[in-house]
């Protein structure tokens, strides 16, 4: 988290990580707890991610590009499925029937986001927005990420202003919640 650098640099590193702890899923046996502790900090750096980008990101799509509300609501949709995913699979336990089926459905829904956010959207932000603007977007980001909530909350609004003003108090309700738990460790 807060990986420095514009705001493409910062998502596009947030990615790799994504992408890495998928990885590490997959290379732990079945059934294992660690496997629940990975879910765990996939779901964390997902939520982190999504929120920041929905406080900031979207909104500076909708300002700059042409298209703009287009592309941001079909990414607040993508965020929305991949958030029911997330809620969903904090609900199981490692052993569940379902739990590694949901884990695959996560893995296809957050790679095609990536995929369409780095080979579309960034390239027309690279394009369209000014340096300075997306050096901003970027230190604005990683703040976002600093108090953004740990844990799914789909039914929370996902678009400025309420968003900015929800995200934080729920950032501090579910960090007191992992660190009573030991989640997130």
Known sequence: MGHG?????ELTTDH????????QFENTPPGSTDRKRLVDALTIELVRHSVAEEEHLYP??????????????KELADHFRIEKLLD????????DLDF????V???????????????????????GVHPYVLEELGDKVRQAKKSAPTRPHPGAP????????????????????????????
């Open 5 to 9: 650098g514009d705001v493409i640099a």
């Open 16 to 23: 790799r990580e994504v992408e890495e702890l998928f990885t």
């Open 60 to 73: 500076a799509v909708r300002e700059h590009l042409e298209g703009g509300d287009t592309l941001a609501d």
């Open 88 to 95: 969903d699979l904090q609900k199981r336990k490692v052993d």
């Open 100 to 103: 590694d089926r949901l884990v």
């Open 105 to 127: 459905k996560l893995r296809t829904e957050v790679a095609a986001h990536i995929s369409e956010e780095e080979n579309d959207l960034f390239a027309q932000l690279r394009r």
């Open 158 to 185: 996902s678009t400025p202003p309420v968003n900015k003003l929800l995200a934080p108090g729920l950032g501090l309700v579910d960090r007191v919640r992992d660190y009573v738990s030991g989640r997130g460790r």
